[in-house]
Each structure stands twice: as structure tokens, then as C-alpha cells.
């Protein structure tokens, strides 16, 4: 259970930081309470996720997490460049994502 909450945390966490594009600077007020909100759930579902799971390899996982799907969401929604390189190392973070996941017990 604890790795789908740390997953959740990470989709949070792509979702403000996505909104932080979307608030200008955190100058729109929709878009920035949108982008609060996401920040508080995403902690707030990491440090539950902690509790069961080691924090290095939770913390290292919910920042890949955000990392891949704030790196895809700026390609497909902010027209930022793809290359085969970003992509390549898009999947590298995948990688050890996955990695870390299989390789990690509970405490």
C-alpha cells in the first residue's frame, strides 16, 4: 500500500509543478492555489508513505516520479523540445525508478 501512496505523492508532485507554469511567477490566483493544494497533498502523501518505506529510496523514487512525468507533461503541454536525448535520459530516471522499487525492502 505504501508504494501506490508514494506513487500518488509523485503525481502530485508533477502536478504543481506543472502549475507552477501555469501560475505565472504564482501571480494567478487560480492556478497557484491549485498548484498549493497539489504541493500539501504531495507531502503530505510522501511523509505518510515514509512511514513504511525507507526515506532515502521513497524520497529518490517521488522525485523521479515527478521528474519523468513533469519532463512528459512540459513535451506534450508546454512545447518545451524533444530530442532523442531527453528522451533517453527521460527513461534512465524510469530506470532507476524501477530499480529502486525492486531492490528495496520495507525498514
Known amino acids: 500500500m505504501s508504494w501506490t501512496v508514494l506513487f500518488v505523492a509523485g503525481l502530485f508532485e508533477i502536478a504543481w509543478a506543472i502549475g507552477l507554469a501555469y501560475s505565472d511567477g504564482l501571480s494567478k490566483p487560480l492556478p497557484t492555489l491549485g498548484t498549493i493544494v497539489a504541493l500539501l497533498v ?24 515527478g521528474a519523468v512525468g ?3 507533461l512540459g513535451i506534450v ?7 532523442p536525448a531527453r528522451i533517453a535520459f527521460i527513461g534512465v530516471i524510469v530506470v532507476g525508478i524501477v530499480g529502486l522499487n525492486l531492490t528495496s525492502g520495507g525498514h
Open 42 to 65: 504531495s507531502m503530505i502523501l510522501l511523509a505518510h508513505a515514509v512511514q513504511e518505506l525507507p526515506v532515502g529510496t521513497a524520497y529518490a523514487v517521488w522525485t523521479g516520479i
Open 77 to 83: 503541454l508546454l512545447d518545451e523540445p524533444v530530442t
Open 70 to 72: 513533469t519532463a512528459s
